[in-house]
């Protein structure tokens, strides 16, 4: 536990169990590595599993396996090869994730691809997701920017708007009408614009400017922009 892996330029290690991870330039770790702190400021490669309690990223890293934290930033590009795990999650610029991430404040701003569940307590992007699976969260707060499709969301309160630039870019490209696609959004407070869905359920829900939802369900109020088109609206009891 009382050993560094350092690597300045180019090099490798073995990985293991270490105190602190240093990589400064192009470094391949070529099995899992278990340490307190994980920095790299350039290129990384880690051939396996990835735990450790705090990790910084500025450059570019691929974890061929799940990665573990207490606590992650990122600006780069980082690609993890199965789950991730981390308590504190802070990304910038493209993420892509083989399997689900599983956080309680989990932040993003770029890209963000993966193929399984996104749930947190707290989750906040700007920028474009697109998942095959659900996100789920107390707060779920999405910017637009940049097309999302997302199989289903579900949350307490979930606020889908475009981001300043986002409403610029549409400006000058007016044909483009939704920017998030779901097939269906859950939740007890919803405000929604320019998200296509075929199912929304909520007890107050806002249908904002851009929307079209196929079946809209609420149990106490639904507001609905003059721009927006909803093909079927009822009130129901309690969901």
Request: proline share 1%.
């Amino acid at each position: 536990m009382d050993k560094d892996i350092k690597i300045t330029g180019n090099g490798s290690s073995g990985g293991g169990i270490v105190r602190n991870v240093k990589i400064v330039g192009e470094g391949v770790i070529h099995s899992d590595v278990e340490s307190q702190y994980f920095k790299c400021t350039g290129t990384a490669a880690v051939n396996g599993h990835l735990r450790s309690n705090q990790i910084k990223l500025t450059g570019s890293l691929h974890v061929q396996g799940d990665v573990y934290g207490d606590s992650i930033k990122t600006s780069g590009q980082f690609e993890v090869g199965g789950k991730l795990e981390v308590r504190h999650v802070k990304l910038n610029g493209d993420t892509v994730v083989k399997r689900s991430i599983h956080s309680e404040h989990f932040k993003a701003f770029g890209s963000v691809r993966l193929h399984g569940d996104c749930s947190a307590e707290q989750l906040r992007i700007k920028g474009a997701i697109q998942t095959e699976g659900m996100l789920n969260a107390e707060h779920i707060d999405i910017g637009l920017y940049g097309l999302c499709k997302v199989a289903e969301i579900g949350g307490h309160k979930i606020e889908i708007k475009r981001t300043l630039m986002s409403s610029l870019f549409h400006m000058f490209n007016p044909k483009r009408q939704s920017d998030l696609i779901a097939d269906t959004i859950e939740g007890d407070v919803l405000h929604l614009e320019h998200t296509e869905a075929k199912v929304v359920r909520g007890r107050k829900v806002y249908i904002g400017p851009g929307c079209r939802i196929g079946l809209v369900e609420y149990s106490e109020s639904c507001k609905k922009h003059s721009d927006a088109v909803t093909e079927v609206c009822n009130q129901i009891g309690s969901l």
